[in-house]
Antibody
Framework: QLQLQESGPGLVKPSETLSLTCSVSGASISSTSYFWGWIRQPPGKGLEWIGTIYYSGSTYYSPSLQSRVTISVDTSKNQFSLKLSSVTAADTAVYYC?????????????WGRGTLVTVSS | DIQMTQSPSSLSASVGDRVTITCRASQSISSYVNWYQQKSGTAPKFLIYAASTLQSGVPSRFSGSGSGTDFTLTISSLQPEDFATYYCQQSYSNLVTFGQGTNVEIK
């Protein structure tokens, strides 16, 4: 059964870089059938798409975050990662990784449980 | 960016009620809308894609419709397990965006 699991520090200091990893089990991240994405949700607020990556390394980023975001994939570890630089308190959120089937409709059909990242000194 | 505006932002309903949530896109997006359900403290659950196609396993009381700029999610007979927040998402471009959510509460 396919599962996604986010991992990384739960506390990051302002101006530093947030780094998270999503481990995929039960399927190969190198499958041509899927893209992989990051979505976040500030406490009490709605969902915000951060970016999406294909196993080849092709990426799409939210325009509002593009200058600070890097998403990468490690096919040898069956993982993909998120780096968000120069964080502020506004980046405090639950961060989800998710699977996106290839195709035109670009929906996220399987999600990790999410991990809370707090930005605070 | 394509903006997605949901209405209402919250609603109160009773078990058995018919509930309709609306999502409006800032430009025409054909049928490129997906819907999710999120219960408190859990990850979103994918419900509908291409505006009206139910994901496998989603109860038939859920339905979606619309094209162009106006879309709706309807729950024909609200069940206790349906009290949650619902999000639309446009997928017209690779730069996807979500609506702000509609919270369905118990009346």
């Amino acid at each position: 059964q396919l599962q996604l699991q986010e991992s990384g520090p739960g506390l990051v200091k302002p101006s530093e870089t947030l780094s998270l990893t999503c481990s995929v089990s039960g399927a190969s991240i190198s499958s041509t059938s899927y893209f992989w994405g990051w979505i976040r949700q500030p406490p009490g607020k709605g969902l915000e798409w951060i970016g999406t990556i294909y196993y080849s390394g092709s990426t799409y980023y939210s325009p509002s975050l593009q200058s600070r975001v890097t998403i990468s994939v490690d096919t040898s570890k069956n993982q993909f990662s998120l780096k968000l630089s120069s964080v502020t308190a506004a980046d405090t959120a639950v961060y989800y990784c998710a699977r996106r089937p290839a195709g035109d409709f670009r929906y996220f059909d399987l999600w990790g449980r999410g991990t809370l990242v707090t930005v605070s000194s | 960016d394509i903006q997605m505006t949901q209405s209402p932002s919250s609603l109160s309903a009773s078990v058995g009620d018919r509930v309709t949530i609306t999502c409006r896109a800032s430009q025409s997006i054909s049928s490129y809308v997906n819907w999710y359900q999120q219960k408190s403290g859990t990850a979103p659950k994918f419900l509908i894609y291409a505006a009206s196609t139910l994901q496998s396993g989603v109860p038939s009381r859920f339905s979606g419709s619309g094209s162009g700029t106006d879309f709706t999610l309807t729950i024909s007979s609200l069940q206790p397990e349906d009290f949650a927040t619902y999000y639309c998402q446009q997928s017209y471009s690779n730069l996807v965006t979500f609506g702000q959510g509609t919270n369905v509460e118990i009346k």
